[in-house]
């Protein structure tokens, strides 16, 4: 995943050819699912699961 790598909603939007919106909502639904509220919540998340 991009964002564990570090790189920034804009970063990964470029990467992926997305809009930053497009990125900023598919993180919050991310978020919600996962019930976490930050990207270290996620990355910790991640690295949890092996990824």
Not at 5 to 28: I, W
Request: hydrophobic share 40%; glycine share 8%; proline share 0%.
């Amino acid at each position: 995943m991009l964002i564990s790598k570090g790189l920034t909603n804009r970063q990964a939007a470029r990467k992926l050819v997305l809009s930053v919106k497009t990125v900023e909502y598919h993180l919050s639904h991310i978020y919600t699912k996962l019930g976490i509220t930050s990207r270290t919540a996620l990355i910790g998340r991640l690295s949890d699961l092996g990824e």
